[in-house]
């Protein structure tokens, strides 16, 4: 539906949320943030670091198409 799809877009997730998503770790995620080569976008807010799950999602139906 259209308010689930709103509701995606805007939720954030953790590092560690993200590393279970994608099977990887949380190192290898913070490793390319360092680095300049995070695979989407990241946000900083207050001492924490978050993605968007819209993006997170996007990425993985990217590489599967």
């Not at 259209?2 to 913070?30: F, G, P, R, Y």
């Not at 900083?44 to 590489?63: P, T, W």
Request: with cysteine; proline share 2%.
């Amino acid at each position: 539906t259209t308010e689930t799809k709103t509701n995606t877009a805007h939720q954030l997730i953790t590092t560690h949320q993200l590393a279970a998503m994608w099977h990887c770790s949380d190192v290898s995620l913070i490793n390319a943030r360092s680095q300049g080569k995070s695979l989407i976008p990241w946000y900083k807010i207050g001492s924490s670091v978050r993605y968007k799950l819209a993006d997170a999602v996007a990425f993985i139906e990217n590489q599967h198409a």
